[in-house]
Each structure stands twice: as C-alpha cells, then as structure tokens.
C-alpha cells in the first residue's frame, strides 16, 4: 500500500539558547526551544471534534494522560514513570522526520527509520552531555520495544489513535480504506503491551465492525 | 487591568464511552475522550514559529517534558513523577473554564477560580470512584502551591510562556503592554519553586529589557 511520510527533512536550527544563565540550562533552553517545533507536525488522526489533524506534541500528552490513567493495565513490576518519560519523548524525531502514516508500507517505514535515526542524533546531543544520552536511551528503548516498559507505551500509542478513529465513527480507517485484518495486527501489538487493554481494543474493532465503520474485510 | 478568560462554560458532555468492555475502563476511555477537548483550548502565548496561539494540551507536554529536562533544578527530595503527573492534569479543568490570562485581574481570577472548581467536579467524577479522587487530589494540590512538587510545577508553569515571549522576541508582553516590574512578581513565584531557575528567569527579564522587547517600567 502507497503512504507518503509528511517528511519535511532536517529543520533550520531555530539557533542559539537564551544569551544568559550557566551553560547546561542554556543548553537545555535550546533543547526545550527546539522541542516547540513538535507542535506543528501533524498526523494522521483528527483531533474529536474534527476541526482538524492532530499533532504531534497535544498526542503525546494524550498518551502521557493514558499512562496516567491506565496504569493498573501494565503487566505487573512495570516501571510506570520510565513509561511516562518514554511516551514525552518518543515522537521528538518528527520535528526532523515527520509523521508516518500508521499503514505505511515496508519501504517507506525503512526511510523513516533512517530519518528518525539522524533526527535523534542531531536532536539529543542539543542537551549537556551529562543528560543528552539518558534521553536518548529511552528513545531507543521505545524503539526496540523490548522492554515491559516499552511495550506498554506502545501499546498506548497504538491504541490512542485507535479510539480516535472509533469515536469518529471511522476516522482514518475509512479514509484510507482499512479493514479490520489490518486493524487486529496492531491490536496484536496492543495485546503484547498489555493483555486488558488488547483485549479492549479487540472489542473496539468487533464493535466498529458490528456498527458498521469498519469493513470487516475477506 | 482589564482581560477577559476565554470562557466557553460547560461544554456538552461528548456522550457515553465506548459500548464495549469493562465498567472502569469504558469509564476511563470516557474520561480520556473528554480529555481530548484540551487541544481546543487556545491560549494567550504563541507557538515559537509565531504561525497560532498554543493550544492548553501541547503546553501541558511541553511543562512535562520540561519536568524531565530541568529535574536537577527542583529542591533535594522532590518526588519528580508526582509533579509530572500534575503537569499532566493541570490543566484539564480548562475544558469547561478556558483559559485565563496570567496578568489577569483580581476579580477575573476569582471567577476563573470557581468555573475552574465545577470543572474538577464534573471532570474527575467521570473515571472510576477509585482513581477519580486520587487525580484530583493531584490537581488541588498543583493549585493549593504548598508542596515542594506543586510549587516546582508552578515554576515550570510560569517559566515555559516566559521563554516563549523571550524567543517571540516580546510575545505576550508587548501585546498586553506588560512592564518589567510584572514580569519580576511572576519571577518571584518561580524561585519559589526553583532558586536556580528564579535566577536563570531574572537574568532573562534583564536579557529582554537590555535587548529592548520588553519596557523597563517605573
């Protein structure tokens, strides 16, 4: 299936920090500067009222809120705050990279891949080398999506845009012409990060289904 | 001075969760649908490309996101994930009571205050009877700005729009007409949160006077 990423590239430096304060808070003034950009990337979803796209930096709240929220739904011993902070973190790569559509096909999640990879390098080395790497590794970690920690985030992440489109009454699965097959893979993704909430999403799309919003596909 | 809260009152409830799965988690989604209106509020300060205001949900993941980066600044002992999850809550209450303008009048803050009260009620009492107090709790205690997490919230509150009108080159304070001496009453609220980003917020004060963006005052 054809998606084009909205890939806008590496940004011009919005330059230097504030021309005050110690060095490391200068630097992460700049970091924080730079992070603002997130809120002018926007993905797919629309936000529940449907005036328009959502964007990158009010969804990570969403998630962030999720975490909050949905804890008790993380396999036991998960460490809820490394969840949190992976969730604040993990879409900063589309201020270079942009957003790549959920659906997209292998070649062009390959290219986003690289791109997102160049974006970290550029974006985390913004902040004092005593921090940089720390945050970095939980961008990593997000990625990998090894740990219970991770899982959870991307189960969360998964399922927000999944809620989206069912309180929409189809959402982006209607405007790209997805059918529920496609939809129970990421479910399956959900289910691996936590085994109630997969199990919601599964109802989620039996019920879209049942509603008639989502084609039920072969 | 005069300024009006963009108030919009009560919104109409966005109607029940989803038709499918457990009572406290159609409860929760309920909860987090209604939490999507976030994004619809429109704030004073502008995103740093200068292209929209900021919308309240993107701000509270930028505070969040501040809470990670400038963690060193809180005082010794600050239970950092409780005044992350406080930054997450913040500003919910803004979906019924919209937001106010910092510089706002007495007499405006009092009336934000009580829409905002209403708004917890009806907004906390949507999740489960076992979680909805705990995330209230949360946010009285943001509002309240008596422990080392609150107050180290609020700095982070009251930092963030004034490194944007430091970025915007003016922002906010020159369209309100906002002095110096303002500025430094806000200033104070930070150092009480974080002396070190009290000091960094006052050398930004002077930064912007020294560079003409914002006006000296008596």
Redesign the interface.
């Known amino acids: 299936m054809e998606s084009a990423a909205t890939s806008p590239g590496p940004r011009p430096d919005?330059g230097p920090g504030?021309?005050?304060?110690?060095e490391p808070?200068r630097r992460?003034?700049r970091?924080?500067?730079e992070?603002?950009?997130?809120?002018?990337v926007a993905r797919q979803s629309s936000?529940?009222?449907g005036?328009r796209k959502?964007?990158s930096?009010?969804h990570?709240?969403?998630l962030?809120?999720?975490a909050?929220?949905?804890r008790d739904?993380a396999p036991p011993g998960t460490d809820l705050?490394r969840v949190?902070?992976m969730l604040?973190?993990h879409d900063l790569v589309e201020i270079d990279a942009g957003d790549l559509f959920v659906y997209a096909d292998a070649a062009a999640q390959a290219r986003q891949e690289a791109a997102e990879q160049a974006a970290a390098e550029r974006l985390f080395t913004l902040?004092p080398p005593g921090?940089g790497p720390a945050?970095r590794a939980l961008w990593d970690e997000f990625e990998e999506r090894r740990t219970p920690e991770a899982r959870f985030a991307r189960a969360l992440d998964r399922l927000q845009p999944m809620?989206?489109n069912?309180?929409l009454g189809g959402g982006t699965w209607q405007q790209h012409g997805i059918r529920a097959s496609q939809v129970l893979d990421k479910v399956a993704l959900i289910a691996d990060g936590s085994a109630?909430l997969g199990?919601?999403a599964r109802?989620?799309v039996?019920?879209a289904v049942r509603q008639g919003f989502l084609d039920r596909g072969q």
């Open positions: 919005t504030p021309d005050t304060g110690p808070l992460q003034a970091f924080l500067r992070a603002d950009q997130l809120k002018g936000i529940l009222d005036s959502e964007n930096a009010e990570s709240w969403h962030a809120l999720m909050l929220v949905l739904y705050n949190t902070a604040l973190v902040l921090q945050l809620l989206a069912y309180y109630a199990e919601f109802e989620l039996d019920s």
